[in-house]
């Protein structure tokens, strides 16, 4: 999930960290091999356990709260959808200094896909419209609210106040007039009027795995839950070119309104992203400076 802000002390993680927490709460994997995955991602940190598994393990507060999320509809989600997702393992709750619940999933296999250097692209949008639609199509009773999954009109405090931000970073080199109509445009755009539908709610490109161009597994369903079918077309300007754009859209027959509002959550991510990122995230700031490109070349 890419919510939350690393707070100013957050728990310090080291590999022996991790053997402690497996030899005391999961004694059979004691001893397997521990190491860091490397990871843009802000709001948890992973450590291979052997070949087969991985431990991850909340940085914020925030991140915490999602550990009972996915324990609570991972295992119901993972039947229902055309590619891999993570599976728990095992439920680790704090311990040796560590303040948060964290979970030990199967490891699965893959590397996460690069804008501009998608093997194909197209049929990636194809296997991406495929993952949104069978999401829409799940039924599963008393859904949480999606992160995200809300009215348009409440990000828009944020979002003009990042446009304001990246105004004063004139080396950013962002049209900030170009990105509030963007922003206006779909604030005007209809709001969605049927049933909330079932989300990931956090299609980054640091959340997909991919093997040989095509999509293998969805990972980090902390934002998971029901809302506005908006929240999912994240991989239409994070991700995709414009060709492979116009497939994903059309595979999930897009409406106009629907597409507005996508392009504008889409936006206001990545001009909230950049500014906070740039210093200290390179994979998340360079996410959002090509959001930003994609979006004004795509038009309002």
């Not at 996915?70 to 993570?86: D, I």
């Not at 509030?180 to 604030?187: G, H």
């Not at 500014?275 to 995230?281: A, D, E, F, K, L």
Request: neutral net charge; charged residues 20%; glycine residues 12%.
């Amino acid at each position: 999930m890419s919510t939350g802000q690393t707070p100013a002390g957050p728990p310090r993680l080291h590999d022996d960290l991790v053997r402690r927490l497996i030899a005391g709460q999961f004694p059979r994997w004691a001893g397997r091999s521990v190491r860091r995955v490397p990871s843009g991602g802000t709001v948890n940190a992973m450590y291979r356990l052997g070949e087969d598994m991985v431990v991850r393990l909340p940085l914020t507060a925030g991140g915490a709260e999602d550990v009972a999320a996915e324990r609570a509809w991972l295992p119901h989600l993972a039947r229902l959808l055309p590619v891999a997702v993570p599976e728990v393992l095992g439920a680790g709750e704090p311990a040796e200094g560590y303040p948060w619940p964290w979970s030990v999933y199967r490891w699965l296999a893959g590397e996460n896909p690069r804008a501009g250097a998608l093997g194909a692209p197209e049929l990636l949008a194809g296997d991406l419209a495929a993952f949104v639609a069978a999401m829409r199509r799940i039924t599963l009773p008393g859904a949480p609210p999606a992160y995200r999954g809300g009215p348009l009109a409440t990000l828009d405090d944020s979002t003009r106040a990042a446009i304001e931000t990246l105004r004063g970073i004139p080396e950013e080199g962002v049209d900030c007039g170009a990105v509030t109509a963007v922003w206006q445009d779909a604030l005007r755009a209809p709001a969605w009027d049927g049933p909330p539908v079932w989300l990931h709610a956090d299609l980054m490109p640091g959340n997909l795995l991919v093997d040989g161009g095509r999509l293998t597994s969805v990972i980090d369903f902390g934002c998971t839950g029901v809302g506005d079918p908006a929240c999912d077309l994240f991989p239409a300007w994070n991700l995709l070119p414009a060709a492979a754009r116009k497939v994903f859209r059309e595979a999930l027959d897009v409406d106009d309104a629907t597409w507005r509002r996508g392009r504008g959550r889409t936006l206001s991510q990545a001009l909230i992203a950049l500014p906070y990122h740039r210093g200290t995230n390179p994979a998340m700031a360079g996410n959002a400076r090509h959001v930003i490109r994609a979006v004004l070349e795509e038009g309002a």
